[in-house]
Nanobody
Framework: QLQLVETGGGLVQPGGSLRISCAAS????????VGWFRQAPGKEREGISC????????YYTDLVKGRFTISRDNAKNTVYLQMNNLKPEDTAVYSC??????????WGQGTQVAVSS
C-alpha cells in the first residue's frame, strides 16, 4: 500500500519561500497522478497543484499560479512543492495526494505551513 509522508513545513515571513516534500513508500510514484491540497482553519480542503501520470502536465489553481511550482523526482520517489512569495492567506495544512488511473486515492498526514510576520 502506498504511503505518503510530507516534510518541510514551518513558519515563514510574507514574501518568503518554502519547499515542502512528499516522500512515498510502498509504491512507485511514477505510476500515479500526484499533487498537493491544502486546508486552512475553518475552510474546506482545496486542490493546489498536480502532475498528471504519464503525461507530465502540471496544473495550478489560480490562487498560486506563478508563485508555486510542483515537481517530482522519480529516482527519489518524491514530489515537491516550491512555494515563493508566500502570503498570509497561504497558511494551511498542506497534504500530499496520489491517485491511480482507477481512482484509488492516497493521502499523507499533512504538514503545517504558516505565513506570518
Amino acid at each position: 500500500q502506498l504511503q505518503l509522508v510530507e516534510t518541510g513545513g514551518g513558519l515563514v515571513q510574507p514574501g518568503g519561500s518554502l519547499r515542502i516534500s512528499c516522500a512515498a513508500s510502498g509504491g512507485n510514484l511514477g505510476y500515479y497522478t500526484v499533487g498537493w491540497f491544502r486546508q486552512a482553519p475553518g475552510k474546506e480542503r482545496e486542490g493546489i497543484s498536480c502532475i498528471v501520470f504519464n503525461v507530465g502536465a502540471t496544473y495550478y489553481t489560480d490562487l498560486v499560479k506563478g508563485r508555486f511550482t510542483i515537481s517530482r523526482d522519480n529516482a527519489k520517489n518524491t514530489v515537491y512543492l516550491q512555494m515563493n512569495n508566500l502570503k498570509p492567506e497561504d497558511t494551511a495544512v498542506y497534504s500530499c495526494w496520489a491517485s491511480t488511473s482507477l481512482g484509488t486515492n492516497y493521502w499523507g498526514q499533512g504538514t503545517q505551513v504558516a505565513v506570518s510576520s
